[in-house]
């Protein structure tokens, strides 16, 4: 089973700021076939990235994903009011399709 | 447009099992992968499992099996995840969600669509 661990656990900033979330792989994730979710408080998880790079329909172009092998991240490149979430990344090239622990990203 | 519509909220003795449905409408079905991913209070998001409809394949995750079974009925667009043996541990929101196109599309990735979630709640 891969193991996704997310840092930092919690992130502050400021809108306007720009964020940077790491998701590190126990072992390489096949194909980058590796996704990023946020996640609002009693919604469900909204995809953003998947295969790593590439921006789900209608997320805005300030999130962008990259890397490869067993270490990914996200950035947002200018921060939102709203872009204040939880957020996750998942593997979904080998069983299970593990996810990482979330990393909190809250207004400063 | 394609939703997922979950069956609603459950309260469940320890020992006892729980049955939530997924059901599709607005489109097909059967050719794409369903995944039950689970989510307790404050927790993060948990993969359960998944099944091909069409096929009729499932598999979970380790810390599952034989406690999970993940059926389809391609007849009425619904997928079902079954968990037996609850505990207070098994309290979590339960959701389905739909990979982005056919099983066989090897550039298809999952969590394309999601249900509202199921809270189950397991207490004596």
């Known amino acids: 089973e891969i193991v996704l661990t997310q840092s930092p656990g919690t992130l502050s900033l400021s809108p306007g700021e720009r964020a940077t979330l790491s998701c590190r792989a126990s072992q390489s994730v096949s194909s980058s076939y590796l996704a990023w979710y946020q996640q609002k408080p009693g919604q469900a998880p909204r995809l953003l990235i998947y295969?790593?790079?590439s921006r789900a329909t209608g997320i805005p172009d300030r999130f962008s994903g990259s890397g490869s092998g067993t270490d990914f991240t996200l950035t947002i490149s200018r921060l939102e009011p709203e872009d204040f979430a939880v957020y996750y990344c998942?593997?979904?090239?080998?069983?299970?399709?593990?996810f990482g622990q979330g990393t909190r990203l809250e207004i400063k | 447009q394609v939703q997922l519509v979950q069956s609603g909220a459950e309260v469940k003795k320890p020992g006892s099992s729980v049955k939530v449905s997924c059901k599709a409408s607005g489109g097909t079905f059967s050719s794409y992968t369903i995944s039950w991913v689970r989510q307790a209070p404050g927790q993060g998001l948990e993969w359960m499992g998944r099944i091909i409809p069409i096929l009729g394949i499932a598999n979970y995750a380790q810390k599952f099996q034989g406690r999970v079974t993940i059926t389809a009925d391609k007849s009425t667009s619904t997928a079902y995840m079954e968990l037996s043996s609850l505990r207070s541990e098994d309290t979590a929101v339960y959701y389905c969600?739909?990979?982005?196109?056919?099983?066989?599309?090897?550039?298809?990735?999952?969590?394309?669509?999601w249900g509202q979630g199921t809270m189950v709640t397991v207490s004596s």
């Open positions: 295969g790593a790079s």
């Open positions: 969600a739909r990979d982005s196109s056919h099983y066989y599309d090897s550039s298809g990735y999952p969590g394309h669509l």
């Open positions: 998942q593997q979904y090239g080998s069983s299970p399709n593990t």
